[in-house]
């Protein structure tokens, strides 16, 4: 039985994907998933070699076949986000997918086709296999494209008999933040004591109650306030989730980073040690 781990944090900059990556370190060989398609940084660390990409379609475009127009303006008239002009000249990077100009066209003169919005990928690590993606500048149906990234890795899992996925999620409480939780066994949610941090950490540890996932939390840079630390640690007893620990604010996580590393490869330090304390506090409770 595979089991998916998703490592999350309400906004971005709490050290999400510094710990996730320690995870992977620390795992024995887990398929991982890049979740976070909108700004994906997983592969710097990783350093992937990809060996598999395929092209993905978010919403569908209008494309206009000039030689069936009739110049009857109903598109122009129609269309609310402007990607016609008054002389029915079509501009597909306007276009929203909302189909409203195909539908009124006597002719048929429009026709909904598919846009390249971004690739996903499949890829080698020292870790293990990667499976990561990249939204193109300015598309939608970025929850689409990580309900595909976590498609292709449970079926590397399934290839290659693996037993855990572990998945870098996206900031925030957003469709991509429920396509990256959505059945997954456990969350990781990671804190920071900022009054943004505590906020949007207890928005998308509601999400996670309302999809009755069980859901652990750490403290990331926990001594740059204290008091909201502690107010972390009440908020959590209070709604039942266990705080498997704490790191310290820490120059190493930059350093490692600069030298292309994990923390764990990094450094044997305090940073270190608390997260394979944190790793070993979730895979007991994941097992």
């Given at each position: 039985m595979v089991k998916e781990l998703t490592v999350i944090s309400g906004k971005g900059g709490c050290g999400k994907t510094t710990i996730a990556a320690c995870f992977v370190a620390l795992a024995k060989e887990p398929v991982i998933a890049d979740a976070d398609v909108d700004a994906a940084d997983m592969h710097i660390l990783l350093d992937?070699?990809?060996?598999?990409?395929?092209?993905?379609?978010?919403?569908?475009?209008?494309?206009?076949?000039?030689?069936?127009?009739?110049?009857?303006?109903?598109?122009?008239?129609?269309?609310?986000?402007?990607?016609?002009?008054?002389?029915?000249?079509?501009?597909?990077?306007?276009?929203?997918?909302?189909?409203?100009?195909?539908?009124?066209?006597?002719?048929?003169?429009i026709q909904m086709v598919e846009?390249?919005?971004?690739?996903?990928?499949?890829?080698?690590?020292?870790?293990?296999?990667?499976?990561?993606?990249?939204?193109?500048?300015?598309?939608?149906?970025?929850?689409?494209?990580?309900?595909?990234?976590?498609?292709?890795?449970?079926?590397?899992?399934?290839?290659?008999?693996?037993?855990?996925?572990?998945?870098d999620g996206p900031p925030g409480t957003g469709c991509t933040v429920i396509a990256a939780l959505t059945g997954v066994d456990m969350v990781l949610v990671v804190f920071e004591p900022s009054l943004s941090g505590i906020h949007d950490a207890k928005r998308i540890i509601e999400v996670a109650g309302h999809f009755e996932i069980p859901a652990l939390a750490?403290?990331?840079?926990?001594?740059?306030?204290?008091?909201?630390?502690?107010?972390?640690?009440?908020?959590?007893?209070?709604?039942?989730?266990?705080?498997?620990?704490?790191?310290?604010?820490?120059?190493?996580?930059?350093?490692?980073?600069?030298?292309?590393?994990?923390?764990?490869?990094?450094?044997?330090?305090?940073m270190a040690s608390s997260i394979k304390y944190i790793w070993n506090k979730v895979m007991e409770a994941l097992t």
């Open positions: 992937p070699q990809v060996r598999k990409k395929e092209k993905f379609s978010g919403l569908d475009v209008a494309q206009k076949d000039d030689d069936k127009c009739i110049g009857c303006g109903k598109c122009f008239e129609n269309c609310r986000y402007g990607a016609f002009d008054p002389d029915f000249t079509l501009h597909p990077e306007k276009c929203e997918g909302c189909a409203v100009c195909a539908l009124v066209c006597p002719e048929d003169a846009r390249n919005a971004g690739e996903a990928y499949i890829s080698d690590t020292r870790f293990g296999p990667l499976v990561h993606a990249k939204l193109h500048a300015g598309e939608e149906a970025s929850g689409k494209l990580v309900a595909l990234v976590r498609q292709r890795a449970k079926e590397v899992a399934k290839e290659t008999g693996k037993e855990l996925i572990l998945i750490c403290i990331n840079k926990y001594d740059i306030n204290e008091e909201n630390t502690e107010q972390i640690l009440k908020f959590c007893e209070q709604e039942g989730i266990e705080v498997v620990g704490k790191i310290s604010y820490d120059d190493t996580a930059t350093d490692a980073m600069i030298a292309g590393k994990t923390v764990v490869e990094f450094s044997d330090g305090e």
